[in-house]
């Protein structure tokens, strides 16, 4: 069974070890790829002409 985050956390600091996020394949997203738009959070993309 895949424990959650909070339980991997956990662990790693019981372990002494390095807490390795899961991103279930896809880089993780920061929070500046992100913008507020109408109370939503939208991507941004650039307009090239």
């Given amino acids: 069974?895949?424990?959650?985050r909070r339980?991997?956390?956990e662990e790693a600091r019981n372990n002494k070890t390095k807490f390795e996020p899961i991103y279930n394949g896809k880089?993780?997203?920061m929070r500046t790829d992100y913008?507020?738009?109408n109370n939503k959070f939208v991507t941004i993309k650039e307009e090239s002409e």
Wanted: glycine share 0%; hydrophobic share 30%; net charge positive.
């Fill in 1 to 4: 069974m895949i424990k959650s």
């Fill in 7 to 9: 339980e991997r956390r």
């Fill in 27 to 29: 880089p993780p997203v």
């Fill in 35 to 37: 913008e507020r738009f």
